[in-house]
Each structure stands twice: as structure tokens, then as C-alpha cells.
């Protein structure tokens, strides 16, 4: 990995992290994932691979993001998928 690619995060206003978040989670350095307590809502934060990334890791990314989505679906919650979606 080359010095400032890849990475994803959320920016939480502290007092609202305290309070709402149920969890984050970092997945791997193109998803990372975030409960939030009050509400069935999570939230999918994702950096995908350009057209210059390997098949493998691009492959591997759309699996890992399949995953995901499955076990969150799985339990009834609402989801977004939001970020760098590239090409």
C-alpha cells in the first residue's frame, strides 16, 4: 500500500458519538461500518478499487461488501452504502 491511498472512516460529532453510536467497525481498508443505537439504521462506508486495481482486489472487495450487506440485511436493518464508489 502506497502513503495516502485506500482509507475510509466517519466523522462523528463527539457528543452524538457518546450518546448514539453503537458501534464502528473497520473492515478492511475499503469498508468500514457504523450502528447506530437508536434506529435500525447502519451505514456501509466504502473506498472502492479504480480501473487500475487487480481483478483479484477488485473481486475481493465486491465479495467483502456482498458479505456485509448480507449480514446486515439479515437483521431487518435499514441500510446506506455511501462513499468513493471510483470506476
Known amino acids: ?3 495516502g491511498q485506500k482509507g475510509v472512516g466517519f466523522l462523528i460529532k ?3 458519538n457518546k450518546q448514539e ?3 464502528v467497525k473497520g473492515i478492511s481498508d ?3 461500518i457504523i450502528k447506530i ?3 435500525t ?3 456501509i462506508q466504502i473506498y472502492a478499487p479504480t480501473l487500475e486495481a487487480k481483478d483479484k482486489e477488485v473481486e475481493e ?3 467483502e461488501l456482498g ?3 448480507e449480514q446486515i440485511k439479515a437483521k431487518n436493518n435499514n441500510l446506506i452504502i455511501m462513499g468513493d464508489w471510483n470506476s
Do not use: G, N, P, W
Request: charged share 20%.
Open 1 to 3: 500500500i502506497h502513503k
Open 37 to 39: 443505537k437508536t434506529s
Open 67 to 69: 458479505t456485509q450487506i
Open 14 to 16: 463527539s457528543d452524538y
Open 21 to 23: 453510536v453503537q458501534e
Open 30 to 32: 475499503r469498508i468500514a
Open 61 to 63: 472487495f465486491y465479495s
Open 41 to 43: 439504521l447502519v451505514c
